[in-house]
């Protein structure tokens, strides 16, 4: 979890910044957002080859299932102050609350073929990268 900058106050409205972007592990290089998904979906469902992700949940709340082919871990996200490191190779699943709204920071621009969308592949890969 990284923890960004927050500056205001209750009278006159907050700011959230990563001026301090030094907590990042990558430079970003796309940003993109996730709205008015029902809580009945379920996204994600995926891991990148190379790309990295913070993600942020900016109102309401996400849950996030991440799997390393090691490791699995759940997350609640609910502070705009705090965002997920995904590292690549690391498949998520991803449920929303209603009204809330995802930030993700992104490592690369979009490309298909960064994408492992099934779960049997994504496991050999994660298995072939421990060796």
């Known amino acids: ?11 006159t409205g907050f700011i959230t910044s990563t001026q301090y972007a030094d907590a990042i592990p990558f430079e ?3 940003v993109f957002w996730t709205q008015a998904t029902p809580p009945e979906v379920e996204r994600g469902h995926h891991a990148n080859m190379a790309t990295e992700e913070v993600l942020i949940a900016l109102s309401g709340s996400i849950h996030v299932l991440t ?3 090691c490791e699995k871990q759940a997350f609640t996200l609910t502070d705009s102050t705090q965002g997920l490191y995904i590292p690549a190779m690391c ?7 209603e009204e809330a709204v995802a ?5 690369t621009d979009f490309s298909e073929a960064d994408y492992i969308r099934d779960y049997s592949r994504f496991k ?8």
Do not use: I, N
């Open 1 to 11: 979890m990284l923890t960004f900058h927050r500056a205001g106050s209750s009278g």
């Open 28 to 30: 970003v290089k796309r």
């Open 67 to 69: 799997d390393t082919g």
């Open 91 to 97: 498949w998520t699943e991803l449920r929303f609350s």
């Open 103 to 107: 930030l993700c920071l992104a490592s």
């Open 124 to 131: 050999q890969l994660a298995a072939h990268q421990e060796l």
